[in-house]
């Protein structure tokens, strides 16, 4: 089963601090890139989402950086708050390529908690 | 527009009996996917219906299976329940290639 790696496992960040969350997929076929943000007792929320034709995707303080040769994609959340504090998951899909299904693989979710 | 809903949001259920998750997509979705969420395996694709075809399906015993309706909306179906199926049932709609898939709020299944 294609897979999708993600670390770290929890992350705790102080306020206003960079939260960087990693992930590491194998197939190549992959073309579409989201991140989840879940909150306890609600489904997953689409935070952002990159393609692998471009290396840097920005949204306010959220920030997907992409590396195609090494199948590497990252999160990074700029001046952190603790509102931010959620899970975070990381996602791959052939949502473009038109194989024939919007499949999602799942990476295993990082737990992220601001501190004041 | 309205999201996706799901229902129920809760239930519980004891071993060997069989349960129906209802999903409603975003209106205009035709693409209807289901996920399982554990705190061991998270999250875990079950199948994906499009208009009205299973289109793909996961890694999932035969006990699992779904169906979608012309008007877009899904259940699924689990029969013979394990304690192993309580979870977290997610939803989501997708409404063709290319576009971002968007999660319903889930059904909380307890297995006792």
Known sequence: ?116 | KAGVTQTPRYLIKTRGQQVTLSCSPISGHRSVSWYQQTPGQGLQFLFEYFSETQRNKGNFPGRFSGRQFSNSRSEMNVSTLELGDSALYLCASNPGRGYEQYFGPGTRLTVT
């Open chain 1, 1 to 116: 089963q294609q897979q999708v790696k993600q670390s770290p496992q929890s992350l705790i960040v102080q306020k206003g601090g960079i939260s960087i969350i990693n992930c590491a997929y194998e197939n190549t076929a992959f073309d579409y890139f989201p991140w989840y943000q879940q909150f306890p007792g609600k489904g997953p929320a689409l935070l952002i989402a990159i393609r692998p034709d471009v290396s840097e995707k920005k949204e306010g303080r959220f920030t997907i950086s992409f590396n195609k040769s090494a199948k590497q994609f990252s999160l990074h959340i700029m001046d952190s708050q603790p509102g931010d504090s959620a899970t975070y998951f990381c996602a791959a899909s052939t949502a473009y390529s038109g194989a024939g299904s919007y499949q999602l693989t799942f990476g295993k979710g990082t737990k992220l908690s601001v501190i004041p």
